[in-house]
């Protein structure tokens, strides 16, 4: 099955999950206008070439995003990762921390999980921008995701490190939108997906971290 499938699959089987307790503390719930589009995000990307794949039109109602992508990116090694790219709104009710988490949605797909690491998605080594990278195995096969969220250019990619960045906006009247990324490669070996994740990863990143 192609690797988008795959992802579309996991996706439309993702729960929505957020937080009543912002708003006890004084964050907003209100998402600033949203200027930019998943769409705009570059076919070229460093050494890698982007093919748009169909997004389900049903997918894509039920995820509840402002805007979505599935792409396959191709570089000239011959590596191919699959894209999905989606921006979200914060609710008027809650504010969704990981809309539609990997961690959730691949497992409800059939999929185990493997052991996962934080990788850097820019070059400062003290970064607190931190994708996570990990294994997925079904029916004898092993394929490597790598994900992230961002609000305002902050990457995370726990629960933990969503709350704390949101607190940061007590007081203000609007957040940022939700940024989500998600990567799935298939690769002879988790050091060669690592490499191959996080090429593409770096320079998908050097575009988000600027979004509003």
Not at 108 to 114: A, D, E, P, R
Not at 158 to 179: A, E
Request: hydrophobic share 40%; with cysteine.
């Amino acid at each position: 099955m192609a690797l988008r499938f795959i992802i579309a699959a996991v996706v439309l089987l993702g729960i929505q999950f957020g937080v009543r307790w912002v708003q006890d503390r004084g964050v907003p719930t209100v998402t600033a206008p949203i200027d930019m589009k998943a769409e705009d995000l570059p076919k070229i990307l460093g050494d890698w070439k982007g093919e748009s794949d169909a997004l389900d039109e049903d997918l894509f109602n039920h995820i509840g995003a402002e805007s979505a992508i599935d792409r396959t990116y191709k570089d000239h090694r011959g590596r191919a990762v699959s894209l999905h790219l989606a921006i979200f709104k914060h609710s008027k009710d809650v504010v969704i921390e990981l809309p539609h988490c990997p961690e959730e949605c691949y497992p409800g797909s059939g999929w185990q999980l493997g052991e996962p690491k934080s990788v850097a998605l820019d070059d400062v080594a003290a970064t607190q921008n931190l994708a996570k990278f990990l294994p997925v195995e079904r029916q004898g096969q092993t394929d490597y995701i790598v994900y992230w969220y961002q609000v305002d250019g902050v990457a995370y990619s726990s629960r933990d490190r969503s709350r704390n960045l949101l607190l940061t906006y007590r007081g203000r009247p609007v957040l940022p939108p939700i940024v989500k990324v998600l990567l799935h490669t298939a690769a002879a070996s988790p050091d060669e997906a690592e490499k191959t994740l996080t090429s593409l990863a770096g320079e998908v990143y050097k575009w988000t971290k600027g979004f509003h």
